[in-house]
């Protein structure tokens, strides 16, 4: 989707597990943003990043940190899962220019138990 | 109170029917108007992409946004059964912080043959 990638697909933890999600782009663009869409909520921005080394809050941060250390990949990490955090997950992307459209990965399904 | 609303559905339409889906929003600043497709275990895809108000036709998808009556619509002519999908509205401001979304919940949409 729109050169986005996101790795793994899907994922079953335990309470209490750590782990980490990655999203890769080939578009170089400056702007990358992390979702989680679950029933009756509709999409909710978690974390994103304006360029590479910076990132800020979301609407539901809490729970999560994120890294920029690349312009092309914006990781997304859980230090202690919660079952409140089973979700699908999604990576935008979108160029630095005033009201660019955002594009889409393929989302990570993550359950937790 | 969210600032876009979107009825969730389910709408089920026969094949060859026009549908019509609709979002309103609450926040005047609103500048920008987007429409995404979302199939099953799948992305957000962006449908449609509008500035302001009027209408933006590309193929049998039109969009509309009515900024006086803060409404947004998407019409599909002839629909077809590869359009059963999740259709999300999306809005954004003009200048600092427009390149963050606000989403509706998405309707979910059945075209059967």
């Known amino acids: 989707n729109a050169g986005v990638t996101q790795t793994p697909k899907f994922r079953v933890l335990k309470t209490g597990q750590s782990m980490t999600l990655l999203c890769a782009q080939d578009?170089?663009?400056?702007?990358m943003y992390w979702y989680r869409q679950d029933p009756g909520m509709g999409l909710r921005l978690i974390h994103y990043?304006?360029?590479?080394?910076?990132?800020a809050k979301g609407e539901v941060p809490d729970g999560y940190n994120v890294s920029r250390l690349k312009k092309q990949n914006f990781l997304l990490g859980l230090e202690s899962a919660a079952p409140s955090q089973t979700s699908v997950y999604f990576c935008?992307?979108?160029?630095?220019?005033?009201?660019?459209?955002?594009?889409f990965g393929d989302g990570t399904r993550l359950s937790i138990l | 109170q969210k600032e876009v609303e979107q009825d969730p559905g389910p709408l089920s339409v026969p094949e060859g029917a026009i549908v019509s889906l609709n979002c309103t929003y609450s926040?005047?600043?609103?500048?920008?108007f987007m429409w995404y497709r979302q199939y099953s275990r799948k992305g957000p895809e962006l449908l449609m992409y509008?500035?302001?108000?009027g209408n933006k036709e590309d193929g049998r998808f039109t969009a509309q946004v009515d900024k006086s009556s803060k409404y947004i619509s998407l019409f599909i002519r002839d629909s077809q059964p590869s359009d059963s999908a999740t259709y999300l509205c999306a809005a954004s401001y003009s200048g600092a912080g427009s390149y963050q979304l606000t989403f509706g919940k998405g309707t979910k949409l059945s075209v059967i043959p």
């Open positions: 935008a992307i979108s160029g630095a220019y005033s009201n660019q459209p955002q594009h």
């Open positions: 926040n005047s600043a609103f500048q920008y």
């Open positions: 578009m170089n663009h400056e702007y």
């Open positions: 509008t500035y302001s108000s």
């Open positions: 990043s304006v360029g590479e080394g910076t990132t």
